[in-house]
């Protein structure tokens, strides 16, 4: 939440922008997290490149053209069998994590690297400020990436000075300490290039966001460690190997 000092920033345009672009490119990336996606979806989802998904525009990213080989590869109309890999997938990445990169910021922030943990509440104190909360937190924790790019998309259509201001505290504090490696990790052990796609897309777009706030704000960022670094400063060991279906870059493309 803003704090008494912080300054009251947000231009006229940055607002508008927020109010009617940037909020619903939030709940896009959430939708995308939120569930696999079926036939109807896949198709809607065809009639636009990625790049013109989003009222604000990527800038050296590699997520849109993965995306978008992704969806052309998929049958017209997309078949059961592309489906149920699709499902697999997300079961691997969403529910059973299979591929240790959790969609739950208390995996990636806590000392006993488990889920439930401070990051939860410390999400509820967020989302109590602004009238928000998890539906039902046992099956999905109040820290869970769907539910904190809701909440941001919340704060962007408030769109007020304080409110702004918040959009980038959170995601200098919260998201944006995990989405990277989150993302990285998906990106290397997944099975689909369309989930590949989907967690770089989601780490690129909230780092462009950040730095727009920033630019066009006037919000300098706050320093946090990363999970990354946070794992350096407990000597975590490593995870046991897993299959690294996919390395953009690095393995070959679908």
């Given at each position: 939440m803003a704090e008494t000092g912080e300054p009251k920033v947000a231009p006229a345009g940055v607002r508008a922008a927020l109010a009617e672009h940037i909020a619903e490119d939030l709940e896009t990336l959430a939708l995308l997290h939120d569930r696999e996606p079926a036939g109807p979806?896949?198709?809607?989802?065809?009639?636009?490149?990625?790049?013109?998904?989003?009222?604000?525009?990527l800038s050296k990213s590699e997520a849109p053209a993965v995306i978008d080989r992704a969806l052309a590869l998929m049958p017209v109309p997309v078949d059961d069998a592309t489906l149920d890999e699709l499902a697999a997938d997300y079961a691997d990445i969403y529910l059973v994590d299979?591929?240790?990169?959790?969609?739950?910021?208390?995996?990636?922030?806590?000392?006993?690297?488990?889920?439930?943990?401070?990051?939860?509440?410390?999400?509820?104190?967020?989302?109590?400020?602004?009238?928000?909360?998890?539906?039902?937190?046992?099956?999905?924790?109040?820290?869970?990436l769907v539910l904190q790019l809701r909440f941001m998309a919340r704060l962007a259509?408030?769109?007020?000075?304080?409110?702004?201001?918040?959009?980038?505290?959170?995601?200098?504090r919260h998201t944006l300490r995990w989405i990277h490696t989150f993302a990285e990790r998906?990106?290397?052990?997944?099975?689909?290039?369309?989930?590949?796609?989907?967690?770089?897309?989601?780490?690129?777009?909230l780092e462009t966001l950040r730095g727009w706030l920033e630019e066009a704000a006037g919000i300098d960022r706050e320093r946090h460690p990363t999970s990354v670094e946070l794992a350096e400063m407990r000597r975590v060991e490593p995870d046991e190997p897993v299959r690294e279906a996919y390395v953009p870059g690095v393995a070959p493309g679908w």
């Open positions: 979806m896949i198709e809607e989802l065809r009639l636009l490149p990625v790049a013109e998904w989003f009222g604000l525009r299979s591929l240790h990169a959790s969609p739950s910021e208390s995996l990636w922030l806590e000392n006993e690297r488990l889920i439930c943990q401070q990051s939860m509440f410390d999400m509820r104190d967020w989302y109590a400020h602004y009238g928000y909360e998890a539906e039902n937190w046992r099956r999905r924790a109040d820290d869970h259509a408030l769109a007020t000075p304080d409110s702004t201001i918040d959009l980038a505290r959170f995601l200098d998906v990106a290397a052990r997944c099975a689909t290039p369309w989930f590949a796609g989907v967690a770089m897309l989601t780490a690129d777009y």
